[in-house]
């Protein structure tokens, strides 16, 4: 069993940045892929990035690259997700989710864990 935790998330302005983080419990962390994916209101949820459990790749949805990025610090079991330039569009709940498998998906029905969710709110 693993259990996350996010946290990072708040009120910003239209062009700022925040950095969200999402701790792990259990010995296992280093061996599942993790994603962060985003729901607004009235939307599905929906990708945003995920890095296999060796940080050896990472992939994102095209309304966020290049402007986030996904890490992982395996020894701290803490995932992250830099989010710069941040947009209107971008206001959601935040969750982040573990994959047993490693591999990583766009899919959120593949991830296996999910935290219980952190607000971005982004203000024009």
């Known amino acids: 069993q693993v259990q996350l935790v996010e946290s990072g998330g708040g009120l910003v302005q239209a062009g700022g940045s925040l950095r969200l983080s999402c701790a792990a419990s259990?010995?296992?962390?280093?061996?599942?892929?993790m994603g962060w994916f985003r729901q607004a209101p009235g939307k599905e949820r929906e990708f945003v990035a995920a890095i296999r459990w060796s940080g050896s790749s990472t992939y994102y949805a095209d309304s966020v690259k290049g402007r986030f990025t996904i890490s992982r610090d395996n020894a701290k079991n803490t995932v992250y997700l830099q989010m710069n330039s941040l947009k209107p569009e971008d206001t959601a709940v935040y969750y982040c989710?573990?994959?047993?498998?490693?591999?990583?998906?766009?899919?959120?029905?593949?991830?296996?864990?999910w935290g219980q969710g952190t607000q971005v709110t982004v203000s024009s």
């Open positions: 259990g010995r296992t962390f280093s061996s599942y892929a």
């Open positions: 989710a573990a994959d047993r498998s490693g591999s990583g998906s766009y899919y959120p029905m593949l991830y296996d864990y």
